[in-house]
């Protein structure tokens, strides 16, 4: 299984809603990542967790919580977004202790901000 | 720190003809190259990576890249396109640390015409 399964594929929210957006992968990797890729520009680097700790956090709003809840899940919560934050978001996962492996990407959930 | 510039955003080409995507990077520490393709609503797939060894490397649906060192170069070719290649092509460097972290290009849009 070289899947990683996110979940919603889309999703409408309110600036006052609090919503997840969760991500699954049973290839054993011990590094997920999430990405935020707004229209038409490259994916951008968000978080990093390494052995369910988060490792890196490119100076992200706060708006945006990330979990990770044991090896195979990463979850992403939000709360009070801005309709700037509408993009895809892309879930990865890759093995750890190294940076010459590749990412294994889910099929993002497209989230839009109202 | 690690960048990664795709000189050409889009790239019109007829079917069967070949293609080369341009990608050059820098960086003052060793990197992994990759190439992803993403097509419409959809998430990254790879196509192709150079670790280490051959400087020339194949990846799925008949497209192959050469990395050049002294160019900073790692370009994308395929001697005869399909329609089915229309997609966005992303070039990304990984930094040599413990996970895969990715820096992408801009992308480059592949058009592929009868």
């Known amino acids: 299984d070289t899947e990683v399964t996110q979940t919603p594929k889309h999703l409408v929210m309110g600036m006052t809603n609090k919503k997840s957006l969760k991500c699954e992968q049973h290839m054993g990797h011990r590094a997920m990542y999430w990405y935020k890729q707004k229209a038409k520009k490259p994916p951008e680097l968000m978080f990093v967790y390494s052995y369910e700790k988060l490792s890196i956090n490119e100076s992200v709003p706060s708006r945006f919580s990330p979990e990770c809840p044991n090896s195979s899940l990463l979850n992403l919560h939000l709360h009070a977004l801005q309709p700037e934050d509408s993009a895809l978001y892309l879930c990865a996962s890759s093995q750890a202790d190294s940076g010459n492996t590749e990412a294994f990407f889910g099929q993002g959930t497209r989230l839009t901000v109202v | 720190a690690q960048s990664v510039t795709q000189l050409d955003s889009q790239v019109p080409v007829f079917e069967e003809a070949p293609v080369e995507l341009r990608c050059n990077y820098s960086?003052?520490?060793?990197?992994?190259l990759f190439w992803y393709v993403q097509y419409p609503n959809q998430g990254l797939q790879l196509l192709l990576k150079?670790?280490?060894?051959?400087?020339l490397v194949k990846g799925i649906n008949g497209f192959e890249a050469e990395f050049n060192k002294s160019q900073t170069s790692f370009h994308l070719r395929k001697p005869s396109v399909h329609i089915s290649d229309t997609a966005e092509y992303f070039c990304a460097v990984s930094r040599n640390s413990g996970y895969s972290t990715l820096t992408f290009g801009k992308g480059t849009m592949l058009l592929v015409s009868p």
């Open positions: 150079y670790l280490s060894g051959s400087t």
């Open positions: 960086s003052s520490v060793s990197v992994y």
